[in-house]
């Protein structure tokens, strides 16, 4: 299997569109019922606000319909049964890269997430060692330095922050530090890293109109400098670890791992496809724990009764000191339970969108091949026959006995099958190891009046950030 580069993807919305009309002219059969008519208000509401609009279109037609999104049809697919087709049992039906997946190319390039077929096969195959069990472990102790160093800047009185950028910060550095091999200090041309992913992320959150546009002043400009600076970072390691200068060339991680790699056919990366998995591995690597820990303070504060009984576990086990690898994955099971269910409110991978490669038969309903299909695993886990009250934070959904009981696919925050999130078992530990230092050190309360507005950036993140106040625990 070959590790070279899949052919570009065009960027052109024009050709795009064209592209999408013609596709469904071509289809050998109707589309599954849903709303097909062009409306500006519904695109609105699907881009702005999606999850009531899917919801209320899975309670009219079923686990698959068509909702046509400014001018193209897209076929959504909710619910346990319609997850593991896409996912598992008809996955090679569904290609990743011309879906919605090939827009993230001109941020992070092309690496892991937006590949299909042999050339996905072939880097996560050479990925995959960094993610294993006891890898992930020896990373634990790089966290709980990055989280230990971050926390003791705040002091000891009252700390007014932004829980979703102080975490972006913090989750980068670990990102950098623990997975990667990357100097957490290290800056191209002096900018924050941090903030140019923010920026840059913020063009997926715009109006689809407004994404379309090309021109020096417009977010796609703005995105487009995101990428050349975050590139610039991530080319000065490559060729300084070539060089063998100093501290680069001992540094390890991801990047030494991918620059001693070689395909099937004994072939090494190029720079090139180095630097678009390092990009890949940076942003999923701290955008999803950000988002994360971010949604799980919010329903923490919002729930006090759910926040007791973790803040009891935390102190029992751990007694005020930082939390070892085992600590986190065997023996804090409410923290374990309290992760499951933010990540069922709020899935990091929250839209999976694909394009068909050939018609096919669900739920009695046929499907165009080369058309706009996705599953939405934030919808999906807001379905309440699958959970009841499902709009309500309650971890003990996620009960060793409880979670046994579920369908298959009726829990996909990092997607599943041969696609499911390499670096899921490095983000949970993440997760936990940053909130079971926070609880045990702080209470914390919302801003008052501060009411949660999501955005899809591309995943799951708070419109407005999420401050709060910060005191030390008595």
Known sequence: MSAALPPPMPTNPLRRV????????????????????????????????????????????GPVFTIRVLHAPVTMMLGPEANHYMLVSHAKNFAWREGSMGDLIPLIGDGLLTIDGLAHKTARRLLLPAFHHEQVATSVESMVEEIDRDLARWGDGETRVDIYDWSRHLALRIAMRALLGLDPDARAGGHDPAEEWEAALGYYGRDLFVQSLRGPLTPWARMLKGHRRLTALVNQEIAARRRGEGDAAERGGIVSMLMEARDDEGRPLSDAAIRDHVLTLLFAGHDTTTATITFMLYELARNPHELGPLREELDGVLGGRVPTAEDLARNLPRLEMAVDETLRLYPPAWIGPRRSVEAFEFDGKHVPGGVHVNYCSWASHRIPEVFPDPDAFVPERFAPEEKAKLPKGAYVPFGGGSRTCIGMRFGQMEVKAIAAMLLQRYDFGLRRGYELRIRQTPTLGPRDGLPVAMRPRA
Request: charged share 35%; aromatic share 6%; glycine share 2%.
């Open 18 to 61: 064209a592209k999408d009309l013609s596709r469904e002219r071509a289809a050998t059969v109707p589309f599954p019922p849903g709303e097909l008519r062009p409306s500006v208000a519904r695109t609105r509401r699907v881009v702005l606000d999606p999850l009531p609009e899917l919801l209320r279109c899975y309670r009219e037609y």
